[in-house]
């Protein structure tokens, strides 16, 4: 039997003055994992944007977003039996502010970090991630 799950892959960013801060996880066990969004199954019958709420809470402890990005290019692929649609996303933390939200990380969080655009261009590493990060960063330069 063929099965297609999806998942949202969400990359949480902050104004801190005028530029953007983006907020990085590792899952645990730390060794295994790159750094990079918050990633989260969706449910059966789930809206992608409960979805997305309800992960960015879970891993982070963030629950107010000002606005919620639809990058609308999911990416597909295939392993056997199964396929997997990954759907981007990203959500601008509320309230702009000097210092970055204070994150409340959940239990399957090893690791994270604020970091402005070239440190998590350099440090994420999955290309598609790295592309979402470009999209994000022109939209703010327009």
Not at 40 to 58: I, K, M, W
Not at 82 to 97: D, R, S
């Amino acid at each position: 039997m063929w099965t297609l799950d999806h998942r949202v892959r969400v990359f949480v960013f902050q104004f801190v003055g005028r530029e953007p801060r983006y907020l990085l996880l590792r899952q645990k066990p730390r060794a295994e994992w790159p750094l990079g969004p918050v990633i989260g199954t969706v449910a059966v019958d789930e809206h992608l944007d409960d979805a997305v709420y309800r992960e960015v809470a879970a891993e982070t402890g963030l629950r107010r977003a000002e606005q919620l990005v639809d990058l609308s290019e999911p990416s597909k692929e295939l392993f056997g039996d199964t396929g997997l649609v990954e759907w981007p996303f990203a959500f601008h933390v509320a309230g702009g502010t000097d210092r970055p939200a204070e994150v409340q990380p959940g239990p399957m969080v090893g690791e994270w970090a604020w970091m402005g655009f070239e440190e998590a261009f350099q440090r994420v590493e999955a290309r598609r991630d790295r592309d979402v990060l470009i999209r994000l960063q022109l939209r703010f330069a327009a």
